[in-house]
């Protein structure tokens, strides 16, 4: 026994007085109990949301809306160097519910809504004294702005989609399981954070270091749109109108601004996707995406092409100055000095300041600007009270700019029939590449989508193209969700 | 703890006056008579190699006496002549002599049995005989191949161990599967214990460099290992608990020998080249098939749109991109050994340089390393040792893609443009840069250091009683280094990338075991218990900048680039706090048990799941022993079964992975940087090991004397609770969930056979191998059947690695359009198109749904086969290898069969469909750049391969004179292969668990003609 004593124990007791514990802590890594402590954690949180409007990749503020969701319309396919089958699936109007990009809708849009969820669950328990009153309603009602957009654009492909306002607890079936909602509901939803959103600072008012942030125009200016979507012409209108008033926003006197880093965050922008190139982030790809790929030295894709069918480029007057914003005919290569032609081309994110390397264009991507709001309230006030003096007004503003002859001097009586189809033109030419036509034509119904798709050619496009169906592998994973009946047997 | 510091100065002081007194009463004996004084050497009767520390005994005394260093004994006795001597020596059998005069030399036979063999196992050693585990041991030949790290030589060396190349690339990577793969995300890689030291060989990288990474293996010198000994079943593994579940390779070290010291240099020389070439069109052939491609675009445009006849007939056979990259490259090793001893004190001391030149321009690899092995006995109770390696290697990596490119970069390209520069790219639409620009341009080199090592001191507290404390550590750093120049394509919109990363891992071991061992009449017991921890801890930390003005400082002045990247740091720990325990008991080496225990508790795991028991218990009979057997068969020398069942682990899954961490993401606000932090995953506290069940039954005989030894070992085992990323729905905010759930199971057969053909003066043995394993997938999580992953499935009911894809069904012919045209998935059919059979019945083709599985990457049969020749002083070993019924992804034929003229094509493009040839199974040019994963592409990927022949021949004595030995040798790796598959080499795929057996872009191996000398002074 005593041999135990004085030899084996002391070698057992090195182990008993193990230097290291069993419990993880990373160094370099932070844990969600331990975060969300105060303002500036708070503030993190938030950011993180804004990040989800293009996280990596393919994301959606980042291309996914372009290459997920409007090569399915008129003006846009997949060109010769979108070599990936799902994407030239929707471009040709044969995806399915097992579509990867159109999984990516769904997937980047409830990420981005759990960022917002977490941020605005958490931000509300963090005790006085670690943030101030003002700084925990901003934040709150930012993320609120942000969960806003990310739900407009789910009920908008998808129609009925599961409302979540909350982080999942745990990993359990009732956490994880959530059941579909009304589309109605969901703009409920919608329309409840946006008014919520509606009480955040003035556009002018965040210090330089601030600009980007969801404004209390921007939240109006989108619930403006919600409004549109819904038909709900009179608020529609009267939230248009309450934007246009407030005098915050004006056009750019040359579209060109719109699109120039000079000017970025201008005063016709309300709410942009703001890129930066060549700063360890993620330039704007579209850069890339739609720049010739044969032009030496420039290096790009051209994987986002114009669907000539569609005429999108000939439907533009020789005076029009958005022309030439908009798409590029010919370009010099900056290696052999040459001058290249080529088909029309998109260009609004064209970066001159990254040659050769587009994905890392520093354009930022307008998500609602003034020239649309004035259409907004152009079309609004037409649906309510037909072609007046003050619609006619709103949709030249918006034509004056581009140096095209004022409708009012072209077509003075139009019924309120054509004058919408007028606005929905100009709505065309003025967002090219903003990812507004396809929300565009299925605001229109099955029938226009469809007679418009096949006037283009793609005669594969059906009545059940105007939404996305919910993505195969969310019914697979989740019992409590159906699939959407447009796309049941179809 | 003081109190107990105190002891061992004291028992040091025990133990050396104890051993000052037996010195001196030694001096004190007074003088016997003598009547005989008889010196003598005892030799190996084959090498005629001097044989230190064998036991002289004359017979019927109790006499005896050790040989010294030059196999040189002495007897002064009062015996008479003639007299007997027994002579005994480990590995010999026994010898009796009659002694008539002063002087003699004897000849020892080699044993025939191994059974005698000392094997590895966890925590100590045991005599083969008195296993009752699965352990295969590997030594000899097989481990002198010419290879950058050990685990290479493992190829056919053992049943049960299914090695698979993941690159050509030297110094590069295996993948090794013990009784197959269980987990589907963890890992499955074996646990390596060497010198005592456990190590998972996880191939990390700081992520500046691309490519295949450097096996971290490849640090060790495969020439300082004396023996592999791998442990299979539950019976041997479960005494490394939660990392045995994927088997426990032991390597062991050379030591010195007792009294005779060795100094002796080994150089070896070799050429490597690529085994085939992967045909692709040459120039005409390929300009044809591009005039084709667009001619069915355009057709107005004409049937020359992209070369004239004139053009076509000038272009020749262009260039072929794998003469220029790929090149015959000289591989040498150098080995310099100092070894000796005394009887209380052993050295081992070798300095190694490797270098090998990969078989692809700008690849090489190379090693610098030392090692110390040092065993003292400084007290007869204490036993003490070190064994120290160093070393650094630096790898030029090929970087990734590489291979790719070299098949598809279009033969009508030159390498250079008119001017001398390079061509930047693949000049057609599918944009890639030129690869042999690549090659030469780009800067991607790793650089690692590497201190390996582990230190113990076992003292003897009673006779039987040992206690042993061991400390290791593992601290490696690995640099890399990365540059782009601006004149290459990839470099062009960066204008010069560089890149600098460092990987630093420190690793602590603590062992500490009291064994005792008792032998009483029949009963024969073995007890081990211990206390061990161990702690990891890495770093990462990569920075990088861009836009230089001069290519010139390379990745060597980041501060001037324009754009500096956004460095990267993180670092990771984790820590395993075990408990363990073994029991064996014998009963008159009749009757065998063995059970054993380890608790481990590891800081990966969730807060409610730290802890997990891993027992096991095995039983053997050694029916051979029994004294009825003797009667029952004359042949049979040996027969023992066994059994055994037990529970492992494995808790390969990373760290930190049941916490909800956060990562940064960064916006931007006024053109200003903001940070934000967004969760990585939701929290799961019930993380915890999977757990593999194994049950394990094994017969081993040995016929006529042993010269015909048979092992035959059957098991199953079923592994749970998989560490699986379990889809869940993304309206969580997350794709997925780390979870234990679903289980695989493994099962399978295991043959070894050992036989001694000839012995005598000519010696001629075989040892072969052949196993065989089934993998099934019993469960997935949440239900699941099965999903998807690429071009893979995994499915409950079949094996991991089974290949989903399309069935192809001919060649739509002309005519066909309207009745078959809707089976090609193409909008608009063309005669020539591919068809595919319509897998779901619902009347059309299409590749989403028109699935199944094609085959599986799991072979049905892994074979080794090794004879071995000696005669005089020539030795010869034959060692074939082989894999039989897998089946490979031949990735980089999927490419090659596009046919759309934007690259190049495989060389079945000239028998494709043409009007004029309407071929049923080879598709027209068309541009069409979707590739549909098809059976097409699955082949078959069994080989047999003559893997390693070496002739060697040691100089006779009356040569080398006072030289004690000199060898010469020649060998041949991959001399020959025979296998249907048609891309480089069957050998060579990728090795990760849910997607093994693909070859897309992998570098191939090469073979080897190596020339050697090894001189022993």
Redesign the interface.
């Known amino acids: 026994m005593h041999?135990t004593k004085?030899?084996?124990?002391?070698?057992?007791?090195?182990?008993?007085?193990?230097?290291?514990?069993?419990?993880?802590?990373?160094?370099?890594?932070?844990?969600?109990?331990e975060?969300y402590k105060d303002g500036a954690?708070a503030?993190?949180?938030?950011?993180?949301?804004?990040?989800?409007l293009y996280?990596t990749g393919q994301s959606l503020y980042n291309s996914l809306f372009q290459i997920g969701v409007e090569m399915a319309t008129d003006d846009y396919e997949a060109g010769?160097?979108a070599?990936?089958?799902h994407v030239?699936a929707i471009s040709?109007l044969?995806h399915?519910a097992?579509n990867d990009r159109m999984?990516q809708l769904?997937?980047q849009s409830?990420?981005a809504?759990?960022?917002a969820?977490?941020a605005i669950d958490r931000i509300a328990v963090i005790p006085d004294g670690k943030i101030t009153a003002v700084l925990q309603a901003r934040l709150t009602n930012e993320a609120k702005f942000l969960r806003a957009l990310h739900y407009f654009n789910l009920v908008r492909w998808f129609g009925d989609v599961?409302i979540?306002l909350h982080?999942?607890k745990?990993?359990s079936p009732e956490?994880?399981?959530?059941t579909k909602s009304p589309a109605a509901a969901v703009y409920q939803q919608i329309i409840t954070d946006l008014q919520a959103a509606e009480n955040l600072p003035a556009p002018g008012v965040y210090?330089?270091?601030?600009?980007?942030?969801a404004t209390s125009g921007a939240a109006k200016s989108l619930l403006a749109k919600v409004y549109l979507t819904k038909e709900d012409w009179a608020n529609a209108a009267a939230k248009s109108k309450e934007v246009i008033d407030a005098k915050w926003y004006a056009l750019f006197d040359d579209y060109a601004d719109v699109f120039n880093t000079a000017t970025?965050?201008g005063k016709e922008h309300i709410f942009s996707a703001?890129?930066?190139g060549?700063?360890?982030?993620q330039g704007n790809s579209l850069g890339s995406r739609s720049a010739p790929?044969e032009v030496p030295?420039i290096?790009g894709d051209y994987a986002d092409a114009l669907h000539k069918q569609g005429k999108l480029y000939e439907s533009f007057s020789s005076t029009d100055t958005r022309k030439a914003v908009t798409f590029i005919t010919e370009m010099v290569s900056p290696v052999d000095g040459k001058t290249y032609t080529f088909e029309p081309h998109l260009h609004k994110y064209y970066d001159p300041a990254a040659t050769?390397?587009q994905?890392?264009s520093s354009k930022n991507l307008p998500i609602i600007r003034y020239a649309e709001v004035l259409l907004i309230y152009a079309e609004a006030v037409n649906e309510l009270q037909g072609p007046t003096a003050a619609a006619y007004e709103a949709i030249d503003e918006v034509r004056e700019r581009a140096h095209i002859t004022k409708l009012k001097d072209v077509a003075p009586a139009l019924s309120a029939a054509n004058f919408r189809d007028s606005v929905f033109q100009e709505r065309r030419k003025e967002l090219v590449y903003e990812y507004q036509r396809w929300f565009d034509l299925v605001r229109r119904g099955p029938d226009y989508y469809v007679r418009t798709l096949h006037a283009a050619g793609k005669t594969l496009a059906a009545p059940k193209h105007i939404r996305f169906p919910t993505?195969q592998?969310?019914l697979?994973?989740?019992p409590n969700?159906k699939q959407d009946p447009l796309w049941i047997n179809n | 703890m003081p109190r107990h510091r105190h002891a061992w100065p004291v028992l040091f002081t025990a133990v050396f006056s104890l051993l000052l007194l037996a010195a001196i009463s030694g001096n004190a004996q007074t003088q016997p008579l003598i009547n005989s004084r008889l010196t003598g050497r005892i030799v190996d009767a084959k090498t005629r190699e001097p044989l230190p520390g064998a036991t002289v005994q004359i017979k019927g005394t109790t006499h005896g006496v050790l040989t010294d260093g030059e196999g040189r004994f002495a007897f002064v006795t009062g015996q008479p002549f003639p007299y007997t001597l027994i002579i005994t020596s480990l590995g010999y059998r026994k010898a009796e002599v009659i002694v008539e005069n002063g002087q003699i030399e004897i000849p020892l036979e080699p044993a025939q049995s191994q059974l005698n063999d000392v094997v590895v196992i966890g925590y100590g050693t045991q005599k083969k005989s008195d296993l009752t585990g699965a352990i295969a041991s590997v030594s000899g030949p097989l481990l002198k191949q010419p290879v950058s790290s050990f685990d290479q030589a493992l190829k056919g060396a053992a049943p049960g161990v299914q090695v698979t190349q993941t690159s050509g690339q030297p110094g590069g990577g295996v993948s090794i599967r013990i009784r197959g793969g269980a987990s589907i995300q963890g890992g499955n890689e074996p646990l390596y214990v060497i010198d005592g030291f456990p190590v998972y060989n996880n191939a990390v990288t700081a992520g500046t460099i691309t490519g295949t990474p450097v096996n971290p293996l490849s640090g060790i010198n495969p020439s300082d290992i004396e023996s592999i000994d791998i442990l299979k079943d539950a019976s041997a593994t479960a005494i490394y608990g939660s990392r045995g579940a994927n088997g426990v390779v032991i390597i062991t070290t050379k030591k010195g020998r007792a009294d005779r010291s060795t100094l002796s240099y080994e150089g070896t020389y070799g050429v490597q080249s690529l085994r085939k070439k992967v045909d692709v069109l040459n120039g005409r052939d390929f300009a044809k098939l591009r005039n084709d491609v667009l001619y069915d675009v355009t057709p107005a445009k004409g049937k020359f749109q992209y070369l004239t006849q004139q053009q076509i007939d000038s272009v020749g056979n262009g260039t072929d991109w794998q003469d220029a990259a790929f090149r015959s490259a000289p591989q040498q090793n150098h080995q310099l050994t100092l070894s000796g001893g005394t009887a209380k004190t052993r050295y081992y001391l070798s300095g190694n340089y490797f270098r090998q030149d990969g078989i692809i321009r700008n690849t090489d690899f190379n090693r610098l390393g030392i090692r110390a092995n040092i065993d003292a006995q400084p007290f007869d109770r204490l036993k003490t040792g070190v064994n120290i390696t160093a070393s650094r290697s630096d790898a030029n990596v090929a970087p990734s893609g590489i291979v790719s490119s070299l098949l598809f970069m279009p033969p009508t390209a030159t390498i250079y443009e008119a001017d001398g520069s390079y061509t930047l790219r693949n000049p057609f639409e599918n944009i890639f840069a030129n690869p042999i620009a690549s090659i030469n341009e780009t800067k991607n080199k790793a650089t690692t250091n590497r201190f390996f090592g582990t230190a113990f001191a076992d003292f003897k507290v009673l006779e039987g009683l040992q206690v042993k404390v061991l400390f290791g550590t593992d601290v490696n750093n690995t640099q890399e280094k990365y540059y782009i120049p601006a004149t290459i394509y990839e470099g062009l919109p960066t204008k010069g990338n560089a890149g600098r990363g460092e990987y630093t891992s420190y690793s602590w071991l603590n062992e500490n075991t009291v064994s005792y061992s008792r032998r009483s009449g029949q009963h024969s017991f073995d007890v081990l218990g211990g206390f061990t921890q161990q702690e990891f801890s890495s770093d990462v930390v990569r920075t990088g900048a861009q836009q230089f003005v001069s290519d010139a400082l390379s990745y060597n002045s980041l501060q001037s680039g324009a754009t500096l990247l956004r460095p990267w740091s993180e670092a990771s720990k984790w820590v395993l706090h075990s408990w363990l325990g073994r029991v064996n008991y014998n009963f008159d080496s009749r009757y065998y048990f063995t059970a054993s225990i380890r608790a481990d508790g590891s800081s990966r795991f969730g807060k409610g799941n730290k802890w997990g028991y891993f027992p096991s218990a095995a039983a053997s009979w050694r029916v051979s022993n029994e004294p009825f057997f003797k009667n029952l068969s004359r042949n049979i020398s040996d027969l023992k079964v066994r059994a055994s069942f037990g529970t492992t682990g494995n808790l390969e899954i990373g760290e930190y992975q049941s916490l909800a961490t956060l990562y940064s993401l960064t916006y931007l606000f006024g053109g200003t940087t903001a940070t934000g932090f967004a969760p990585s995953r939701l929290p799961n506290d019930k993380l915890g090991w999977e757990t593999t069940v194994q049950y394990n039954a094994g017969i081993d005989i040995g016929f006529f004397d042993n010269r015909l030894s048979v092992s035959l070992d059957a098991y199953q085992k079923k592994t749970r609770d998989l560490l699986l990323s379990v889809e869940i729905p993304w309206t969580s905010g997350q794709t997925s969930s780390l979870q234990n759930f679903g289980s695989v199971s493994n099962k399978g057969l295991e043959l070894a056979v050992s036989s001694k053909n000839f012995l005598g003066e000519f010696t001629w043995t075989t040892d072969a191998n052949a196993s065989i394993n089934r993998n099934e997938v019993l469960s997935l999580g949440n239900g699941a059947r099965s999903y998807i992953s690429g071009s893979y499935i995994i499915q409950v009911g079949k094996p991991l690695g089974s290949f989903y894809g399309t069935v192809t069904d001919g060649i739509l012919q002309t005519g066909e359009e309207h009745t078959k045209g809707k089976f090609t998935g193409s909008a608009a059919p063309k005669p020539g198109d591919r068809l595919y059979k319509d897998i779901n019945g619902d009347g059309t083709f299409t590749t989403a749904a028109d699935r199944t599985i094609i085959g599986d990457a799991q072979p049905d049969v892994i074979l080794g086969l090794s004879n071995n020749f000696s005669w005089k002083g020539f030795a010869l070993s034959v060692f074939f290898q082989g894999s039989l019924g897998n089946q490979i992804l031949n990735g980089n034929l999927q490419s090659l069969e596009l046919f759309t003229g934007q690259q190049n094509a495989a060389g079945s493009a000239r028998d494709r469909w043409t009007p004029e040839n309407p071929s049923q199974t080879i598709p027209r040019a068309k541009l069409d750049p979707a590739p549909v994963f098809s059976d097409r592409f699955i082949e078959d990927g069994s080989f047999i391969r003559l893997k390693n022949v070496s002739l060697s021949y040691t100089l006779p004595k009356h040569i080398t004179g006072k030289i004690s030995s000199i060898q010469l040798y020649v060998s041949a790796q991959n001399l020959a292969t025979w296998t249907n598959y048609t891309g480089f080499d069957p050998e060579v795929t990728s090795g990760s668990n849910v997607s093994p057996g693909t070859d897309q872009g992998i570098y191939p191996v090469s073979r080897t003609f190596t020339g050697g000398l090894k001189i022993s002074l």
């Open positions: 041999i004085r030899y084996i124990l002391p070698v057992l007791l090195l182990g008993l007085s193990a230097c290291s514990s069993l419990d993880e802590q990373p160094v370099s890594q932070l844990v969600t109990q975060f954690q503030d993190a949180a938030v950011v993180a949301t804004y990040r989800k996280e010769p160097r070599r990936n089958a030239r040709g044969t399915d097992s999984e769904w997937r409830y990420d809504i759990n960022a969820n977490i599961p979540v982080e999942p745990d990993l956490a994880l399981y959530v210090g330089k270091n601030d600009i980007g942030r970025k965050n703001q890129f930066l060549n700063a360890g982030y790929n030295g290096n050769g390397n994905g890392q993505p592998r969310e697979n994973l989740n969700l």
